[in-house]
């Protein structure tokens, strides 16, 4: 079993920065990749970014080039560096494990609200 506890979320204005962090306990030597995903009222939970013990990582389009997702192993954390935020970046964020045995773990969410 594998724990997450996130932390970072809250209110900030159209072009101001957020750090997210995610830190997992319990069977951490069995994670494998690390995301994060988002949902926003009324629409489907999506993914946006990833990032595999080998450090490689992955971005929704939308957020490419504003959010960097990094993790630090020896901490089991993994972060998501959010800048230039939009009114349109506002949801709930989850954080996401997956096992090198291919079980997945969620969060409980973030609030991440952009308004002026």
């Known amino acids: 079993q594998v724990q997450l506890v996130e932390s970072g979320g809250g209110l900030v204005q159209p072009g101001g920065s957020l750090r997210l962090s995610c830190a997992a306990s319990?069977?951490?030597?069995?994670?494998?990749?690390m995301g994060w995903y988002r949902q926003a009222p009324g629409k489907q939970r999506e993914l946006v970014a990833y990032?595999?013990?080998?450090?490689?990582?992955n971005y929704a389009d939308s957020v490419k080039g504003r959010f960097t997702i990094s993790r630090d192993n020896a901490k089991n954390t993994v972060y998501l560096q959010m800048n230039s935020l939009k009114p349109d970046d506002t949801a709930v964020y989850y954080c996401?494990?997956?096992?090198?045995?291919?079980?997945?773990?969620w969060g409980q969410g973030t609030q991440v609200t952009v308004s002026s």
């Open positions: 996401q494990v997956i096992t090198a045995a291919a079980s997945v773990y």
């Open positions: 319990g069977s951490t030597f069995r994670v494998n990749i």
């Open positions: 990032i595999s013990s080998g450090g490689n990582t």
